[in-house]
């Protein structure tokens, strides 16, 4: 009989992202092969993949705009996919300005809960159709449905701010396991904030509800 390789729930946490500033370095080299670009620069840049960084100044101008990094492949260059291939190495470099997503967690979650991811169904139907007839449209990412013990903490008070003011963040879920911690990143808006609920001889709770948008990615790290 094999043994389960279930993993633990307990241990698990949520994580809200905010963009973090930081300090720019100066560009060595730009190249391409084909949109996807790599910048080299001349000291340790300090980013990671999925740091939002904007360039200008640099010539042609596709190396110009915003853009997610899309791999480090070491402490001095970094990859991103160009919106229109440059079509040659940058003649001029110009500079950047960057930012890394630092987390904090989301004090004292007791349920995670990821529901209600569907897929569109588009009718294709025409009048030589023998039966109704349809084709998959894009997937809706459904909600992150949270429950926690109400502290009035700071991540806590964040959140209900975001709601308040219609900001969509980056988010992560964090499974501890044995070798790998499994980590579910999205972005999302808060539609619900309840709570905190009072009841006689209980704890004080608070439910919120986050729309993700975009796309659910799961990783091993």
């Known amino acids: 009989m094999s043994q389960s390789q279930a993993i633990r729930a307990q241990g698990s946490y949520l994580q809200r992202g905010a963009m973090a500033a930081v300090i720019s370095k100066v560009i060595s080299t730009m190249t391409a092969v084909g949109s996807t670009v790599t910048v080299t620069t001349a000291t ?3 980013l990671v993949a999925g740091s939002i960084v904007t360039h200008s100044g640099a010539t042609p101008s596709a ?3 915003q853009f997610v ?3 480090v492949p070491n402490a001095t260059t970094y990859t991103f996919a160009a919106l229109i291939a440059p079509g040659g190495d940058a003649s001029v470099v110009g500079t950047y ?3 890394n997503v630092a987390y904090a967690l989301f004090e004292e979650s007791s349920s995670i ?3 209600g991811i569907s897929v569109s169904a588009i009718d294709t139907t ?5 039966a109704k007839e349809f084709v998959a449209g894009l997937q809706d990412n459904g909600t992150c449905e949270i429950s926690a013990n109400f502290i ?5 008070g964040l959140v209900r701010a975001d709601m308040n003011d219609g900001i969509t963040s980056p988010y992560q879920i964090v499974i501890p396991g044995k070798v790998n911690d499994t980590v579910i990143s999205f972005s999302g808006f808060v539609t619900k904030y309840a709570g905190p609920d009072l009841k006689t001889d209980s704890k004080a709770e608070i439910s919120v509800t986050i729309k993700i948008s975009g796309e659910i990615t799961i990783d091993n790290k």
């Open 63 to 65: 190396y110009n705009g």
């Open 44 to 46: 340790a840049h300090g």
């Open 113 to 115: 809960k990821l529901g």
């Open 152 to 156: 009035n903490g700071a991540v806590q």
């Open 69 to 71: 990094i899309a791999t």
């Open 126 to 130: 025409h009048l030589l159709s023998k």
């Open 97 to 99: 300005t960057a930012h």
